[in-house]
Antibody
Framework: EVQLLESGGGLVQPGGSLRLSCTAS????????MSWVRQAPGKGLEWVSA????????YHADSVKGRFTISRDNSKNTLYLEMNSLRAEDTAVYYC?????????????????WGQGTLVTVSS | DIVMTQSPDSLAVSLGERATINCKSS????????????LAWYQQKPGQPPKLLIY???TRQSGVPDRFSGSGSGTDFTLTITNLQAEDVAFYYC?????????FGGGTKVEIK
């Protein structure tokens, strides 16, 4: 059974940093691209970042480029999102999600499994 | 960036009736080399993560009831829920994966009339 478990969320002051983790199980982690998607309270879905199965090809939305860094450790079946210079508008539930495509390690972008999410609150 | 626009924002449908949600992309998401539309639909119930319903614009994900169907090509797409059930009350989002950023539509809330 595929499982994705996010952790690392919490309350942080503006300008602060957090590192989110997503621990995966139930599939061959290194075969799949992974994404982070966030949802501000009462709002819709916003794609944040993605990374290829090998970790060699990261992608970031313009809204987080230069502040957030996606990475992965395939030996630990874990996806990360390093978030720096946090702003109030980064407040959201952050989900990690797995690519549906297993024929290539590169990002396709249709996301078939999602974690339950971790809440990040940026406030003074 | 490809902008995804959904309509309506919300709709109320009687049990057993049909719900139709529209999604329009600002540019084509049809990849000519494989003739596939890079368009997905998700369902999100309160307090839950999104669930993939449809990919390639019309391919139903495993385990999704056949009352859910997707159609369209290029820039105009539709998610249809026939024989609406109480458990279908949710938000529905379209998403393009033609290229990054992988933008979502604003969402459509489906309720029971």
């Amino acid at each position: 059974e595929v499982q994705l478990l996010e952790s690392g969320g919490g309350l942080v002051q503006p300008g602060g940093s957090l590192r989110l983790s997503c621990t995966a199980s139930g599939f061959i982690f290194s075969k799949y691209a992974m994404s982070w998607v966030r949802q501000a309270p009462g709002k819709g879905l916003e794609w944040v970042s993605a990374i290829s199965g090998s970790g060699g090809s990261p992608y970031h939305a313009d809204s987080v480029k230069g502040r957030f860094t996606i990475s992965r450790d395939n030996s630990k079946n874990t996806l990360y999102l390093e978030m720096n210079s946090l702003r109030a508008e980064d407040t959201a539930v952050y989900y990690c999600a797995k690519d549906l495509d297993d024929t290539s390690e590169y990002l396709r972008g249709d996301l078939d499994y999602w974690g339950q999410g971790t809440l990040v609150t940026v406030s003074s | 960036d490809i902008v995804m626009t959904q309509s309506p924002d919300s709709l109320a449908v009687s049990l057993g009736e049909r719900a139709t949600i529209n999604c329009k992309s600002s540019q084509s998401v049809l990849y000519s080399s494989n003739n596939k539309n890079y368009l997905a639909w998700y369902q999100q119930k309160p307090g839950q993560p999104p669930k993939l319903l449809i990919y390639w614009a019309s391919t139903r994900q495993s385990g999704v009831p056949d009352r859910f169907s997707g159609s369209g090509s290029g820039t105009d797409f539709t998610l249809t829920i026939t024989n609406l059930q109480a458990e279908d009350v949710a938000f529905y989002y379209c998403q393009q994966y033609y290229h990054t950023p992988l933008n979502f539509g604003g969402g459509t809330k489906v309720e029971i009339k």
